[in-house]
């Protein structure tokens, strides 16, 4: 399978809401590298650590629901990029995320997981950095 069509299926449960969906395309070692100066920060593996992430971010939006709105893809033969704006609902208003995520694939799977914050700043303080 080529890295466009992991993609395409990816950003379809991404699209879809469902987490579960999108997190079984994970390699079961998946990495997932994280920036920042946060509590989630690092470097993380496995799709259990990869998915713990993603809960905990989801978690800081009203009912866990983050508008995910792609802006852009790129590929490449075992990669694929997504710059994605994600819409965050707090007390305070809407926080909107501009980030671009690198995702590598074999086979069927992505294996590994490269965020890169277009604010870092930003989301530091949305994800309560110390």
């Given at each position: ?99 671009a995520n690198i995702y590598r694939v074999r086979g069927d799977e992505i294996v590994e997981v ?17």
């Open positions: 399978m080529s890295a466009a069509e992991v993609m395409h299926r990816y950003v379809a449960a991404a699209r879809s809401r469902d987490a579960d969906a999108a997190v079984g395309m994970f390699a079961e070692d998946v990495v997932f590298r994280i920036p920042g100066r946060s509590g989630q920060a690092g470097t993380r593996q496995g799709r259990d650590e990869a998915m713990a992430y993603i809960n905990a971010a989801r978690a800081l939006s009203h009912g866990a629901e983050v508008e995910l709105e792609l802006v852009d893809v790129l590929t490449s033969d075992d990669r694929f990029c997504l710059l994605v704006n994600e819409r965050f609902h707090r007390d305070g208003g809407v926080v909107d995320i501009r980030r490269w965020i890169f914050e277009a604010d870092q700043y930003e989301v530091d303080a949305l994800l309560g950095a110390d």
